[in-house]
């Protein structure tokens, strides 16, 4: 069992950065093999996909060259650095766990966590 805590959200003015956190907990030590990604989902729209990342990485078409994801196994802990923030960035942000990066990718991964509002004002 993964439990997945994220935190980072809140308000920010479009230009802006934000960095979400998501602390994995798990019986053992996180690889590069664990795969996790992230989600978001804005009111009234369908979840979309952000980023992911096992040994590589991966990213949503809109926001691929201001987000970037990484990870910290020592810590349980991957992140989304978001610079240049905008409107449509709005939305709750989930964080995603599996061991297989197709599902995470997909948005099936076994493990999500509660979410964190992020919020860009124009």
């Known amino acids: 069992q993964v439990q997945l805590v994220e935190s980072g959200g809140g308000l920010v003015q479009a230009g802006g950065s934000l960095r979400l956190s998501c602390a994995a907990s798990?019986?053992?030590?996180?690889?590069?093999?664990?795969?996790m990604g992230w989600f978001r989902q804005a009111p009234g729209k369908e979840r979309e996909f952000v980023a992911a990342?096992?040994?590589?990485?991966y990213y949503g078409d809109s926001v691929k060259g201001r987000f970037t994801i990484s990870r910290d196994n020592a810590k349980n802990t991957v992140y989304l650095q978001m610079n240049s923030l905008k409107p449509e960035d709005t939305a709750v942000y989930y964080c995603?766990?599996?061991?297989?990066?197709?599902?995470?990718?997909?948005?099936?991964?076994?493990?999500w966590g509660q979410g964190t509002q992020v919020t860009v004002s124009p």
């Open positions: 990342i096992t040994w590589i990485t």
């Open positions: 995603a766990a599996d061991g297989d990066i197709v599902r995470v990718r997909a948005g099936t991964g076994e493990y």
């Open positions: 798990r019986p053992r030590r996180t690889s590069n093999s664990d795969a």
